[in-house]
């Protein structure tokens, strides 16, 4: 009896770790943060897999076993309370489950501590788009760029209702409240461009309030920074084609002057020549007051008039004018 239920454990045991280790249910790893919640799923999952192992190999080898046959008419003997049994079936759970929470505080307050030399980024979530504000660089952008290896303290606030901040590859993820500033500290452990989603069902753009977040080297980072200041400086079509590139319009909107390809909403290099300059800035500020035919209202972000300054306003207005003409 026992070679039979530990062979059925073993085999219930090694198919559900199978599953659960070895099928990649998130992409690989690129913070330290996550790094450490992925320690925290690991040592949790295998607890778990450990006591499913046992109770589905008991479970599965009573109902063979204990079955009522045709011949067998009777109820089986009543039992009544097992002293021993229940002490240590409170006893194992108890103490997996303190050792869980030391771990887990462990991870936590590592996560939570902030290096003296981290960078600052202020981030807006508004339906439907993400802003990042570099507040000792002067750059506001819709596009998240960090460094490998620095820390990042990410301030978040909501201009609206919930949205959740998600990159899979950081595994952290942290709702943004109205009313309320959350923290996020991230450690990003590999350069790459990753999907930065909202993970919180927001309205009706909620599935288009998604953007990237590149990671760099920090010469990279330095070069973007220069090019930013560079363009903020230059003014004119520099400027405007920055604010387009930055406010994340590409996501939404075909402009192949820009790289812009998004299907969301119309493509630019077929509307734009027939608008004038007055209709276009209307349409950034105010978007919903007069939506194309076939596009809904509610889907582009009403605060591009606040996050974009009137300079930079004018230059993306004059670039749109410049970029679709003929
Ligand atoms: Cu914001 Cu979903």
Redesign the pocket.
């Known amino acids: 009896m026992i070679i039979q239920l530990a062979v059925m454990g073993v085999v219930i045991g090694a198919a559900s770790m199978a599953a659960a280790l070895y099928i990649p249910w998130l992409p690989d790893i690129g913070s330290k943060e996550g790094g450490r919640i992925d320690d925290l799923y690991l040592l949790a999952s295998i607890i778990c897999l450990v006591i499913f192992a046992i109770v589905a190999s008991v479970s599965i080898y009573a109902v063979i076993k204990f079955r009522a046959r045709p011949d067998d008419e009777e109820d089986g003997k009543p039992i009544h309370g097992h002293t021993g049994l229940e002490i240590v079936w409170t006893i194992i759970p108890a103490a997996l489950v303190t050792v869980i929470a030391i771990f887990s505080g462990v991870a936590l307050v590592k996560n939570e501590d902030l290096k003296a030399d981290h960078r600052l980024i202020e981030v807006k979530?508004a339906?439907?788009a993400w802003s990042f504000t570099y507040p000792d660089l002067d750059i506001t952008t819709g596009i998240l760029r960090v460094v490998e290896g620095e820390q990042i303290e990410l301030r978040m606030e909501s201009e609206d209702v919930i949205?959740s901040f998600w990159v899979p590859e950081w595994r952290l993820k942290q709702d943004v409240v109205p009313g309320t500033v959350q923290r996020l500290i991230i450690t990003p452990t590999r350069t790459g461009s990753f999907p930065l989603i909202?993970t919180?069902?927001?309205g009706l753009g909620?599935a288009t309030?998604r953007t990237t977040a590149i990671v760099l080297s920090r010469e990279d980072f330095d070069t973007w920074v220069a090019e930013q200041q560079q363009a903020a400086q230059a003014g004119g079509a520099a400027e405007g084609k920055q604010a387009f590139v930055n406010a994340g319009c590409g996501g939404c909107h075909v402009l192949a002057d820009a790289g812009g390809t998004g299907q969301v909403g119309p493509d630019l290099d077929k509307v734009l020549p027939s608008l004038d300059a007055e209709f276009i800035r209307a349409s950034i500020v105010d978007p919903n007051a007069d939506v194309a035919a076939g596009y809904q209202p509610g889907v582009m972000p009403e605060t591009y008039g606040d996050q974009l300054s009137t300079e930079q306003l004018d230059a993306l207005v004059d670039y749109l004018v410049e970029a679709t003409k003929g």
């Open positions: 979530a339906q439907f949205h909202c919180e069902l927001c909620h309030m």
